[in-house]
């Protein structure tokens, strides 16, 4: 199978397909945690490191009727917010997304809640980043409004769960999909990651290949990480990504998934 090396983030049609398998779970997901968190009517979401829009686009489009939601969102990726803005425009959804770095970025209006669901805040490779994001959101939610953020914990108890496999299908393209360590750095919170799309077609099949570089949070990482923007930041619930609103968990040495509902303070 021929291989090219390339940033998966370039390839938005397979990436949206790859992790798509989730979107109606969290779209479930979040609606509960909207209705049960934030403070008065959600008509306006925003999510940093968008991506292709995955989650925005079907939530803009299922609730477009009577009036439906306004999206936005940021991503670093050009290609992958081009290929967002097409289709928000094609389906008549309010709201654009635009290309900025999620460690330090503003927004002309705060949302009512926002989310961040699979992994991509630990590209953030620095405290003062991850910080800087936290601070970011905040300016970007309006007092009252949420933020859903989701990410894999590095356990301190028992065996990460360190490779991964999975395949999805559209009509005759099907991809498989592996993930697997590269290096991992408890010392320096650094983790690599390689990451394949075999890729398969009626007429071609191929192979796409890259390394993610992630910054490693334990679960008492991740609390200092929030405990220094309580400010601005209240803990409501933590959540894992079975996406069950209705079960909360109770993060321990052992938890390798979370998401946490933040509030904005007022």
């Known amino acids: 199978m021929q291989t090219t090396k390339a940033s998966i983030y370039d390839f938005p049609t397979y990436y949206d397909l790859v992790f798509g398998s989730d979107t109606a779970a969290e779209i479930q997901f979040l609606d509960k945690c909207f209705q049960r968190f934030v403070d008065g009517k959600v008509r306006r979401v925003f999510e940093p490191a968008c991506g292709t829009g995955r989650l925005i686009y079907r939530m803009g489009r299922t609730q477009r009727e009577g009036g439906g939601l306004e999206v936005g969102g940021i991503d670093l990726n050009e290609k992958a917010i081009a290929y967002c803005n097409r289709r928000l425009e094609r389906a008549r959804i309010k709201g654009r997304t635009f290309v900025g770095d999620m460690s330090d970025f503003t927004v002309k209006r705060p949302y009512d809640a926002a989310f961040n669901t699979i992994n991509s805040f630990r590209h953030l490779q620095s405290e003062e980043a991850a910080r800087g994001h936290l601070q970011s959101m905040a300016t970007a939610v309006r007092p009252g409004g949420i933020y859903a ?16 496999s999975w395949s999805a299908r559209r009509g005759q393209l099907s991809i498989n999909t592996y993930m697997w360590p590269i290096e991992k750095s408890a010392k320096n919170r650094r983790e690599k990651f390689g990451i394949r799309f075999d890729v398969y077609k009626p007429t071609e099949s191929f192979r796409i290949e890259d390394a993610l570089e992630l910054r490693s949070y334990t679960a008492r990482q991740f609390q200092g990480l929030l405990d220094s923007v309580d400010a601005l930041w209240e803990l409501c619930q933590w959540y894992d990504f079975a996406y069950d609103a209705d079960k909360p968990i109770k993060v321990s040495a052992t938890t390798e998934d979370v998401v946490v509902i933040l509030k904005r303070r007022t």
Do not use: F, Q
């Open 149 to 164: 953020l989701g990410l894999h914990l590095s356990p301190t108890r028992g065996e990460a769960t360190d490779h991964e």
